[in-house]
């Protein structure tokens, strides 16, 4: 199985600061096939089920601020939230979907400094 | 506009069964590949199962054998049968379901339904 490891655990950001997850996969996820990394970022807010922000790495969800970027390949990717605002209180996770069980990482919870 | 709705969760003791339900609107469920995934209390989030468009089943090991994932195209509804189930079974339990950009994110969730397994 595809195990899924994000950094930090928990992070504290200013508003208007920049925040980076990571997300390390024990097994590569870039199909050579189509040249796609099958790797996804989600958003849960509290009380709230996940939100789909990135998928294939880099794209961003329709509706999603631009302020969200998706970056990496193979093993390693990244998630970064730029001009950080109160919004963006969250728990992160990044998904494997490369192949079955989906695997997720084990969450990344940002909080206001 | 898509939507989900997941139904069926509720008490039941170690040993027992549950059915949860997951009624889809704005897109048929054969269209989509659609998964549940749940959340155990204060914990991260876990995917348990998977059935694509061609009907092909997936399962996480903690589950295989234990629950089974179908849909009904008659009624756009998902299932999940949940048999011999565990106190660590509890949690809410999302549906899921990708879309015409990735068959395989889950780019629409349910709010979810809560199983508690508790004698």
């Known amino acids: 199985d595809f195990v899924m490891t994000q950094s930090p655990d928990s992070l504290a950001v200013s508003l208007g600061e920049r925040a980076t997850i990571n997300c390390k996969s024990s097994?590569?996820?870039?199909?050579?096939?189509?040249?796609?990394?099958?790797l996804g970022w989600y958003q849960q807010k509290a009380g709230q089920p996940p939100k789909l922000l990135i998928y294939?790495?880099?794209t961003r969800e329709s509706g999603v601020p631009d302020r969200f970027s998706g970056s990496g390949s193979g093993t390693d990717f990244t998630l970064t939230i730029n001009s950080l605002q109160a919004e963006d209180v969250a728990v992160y996770y990044c998904?494997?979907?490369?192949?079955?069980?989906?695997?997720f990482g084990q969450g990344t919870k940002l909080e206001i400094k | 506009e898509v939507q989900l709705v997941e139904s069926g969760g509720g008490l039941v003791q170690p040993g027992g069964s549950l059915r949860l339900s997951c009624a889809a609107s704005?897109?048929?469920?054969?269209?989509?590949?659609m998964s549940w995934v749940r959340q155990a209390p204060g914990k991260g989030l876990e995917w348990l199962s998977l059935?694509?468009?061609?009907?092909?089943?997936y399962y996480a090991d903690s589950v295989k054998g234990r629950f089974t994932i179908s849909r009904d195209s008659s009624t756009n509804t998902l299932y999940i049968q949940m048999n011999s189930l565990r106190a660590e079974d509890t949690a809410v339990y999302y549906c899921?379901?990708?879309?015409?950009?990735?068959?395989?994110?889950?780019?629409?969730w349910g709010q979810g339904t809560l199983v508690t397994v508790s004698s």
């Open positions: 899921a379901s990708g879309s015409g950009d990735c068959y395989e994110c889950s780019s629409y």
């Open positions: 704005g897109f048929t469920v054969t269209s989509n590949y």
């Open positions: 059935i694509n468009t061609r009907g092909n089943t």
């Open positions: 097994q590569s996820v870039l199909s050579r096939s189509n040249a796609k990394n099958y």
């Open positions: 294939w790495a880099s």
């Open positions: 998904q494997q979907y490369y192949g079955t069980p989906y695997t």
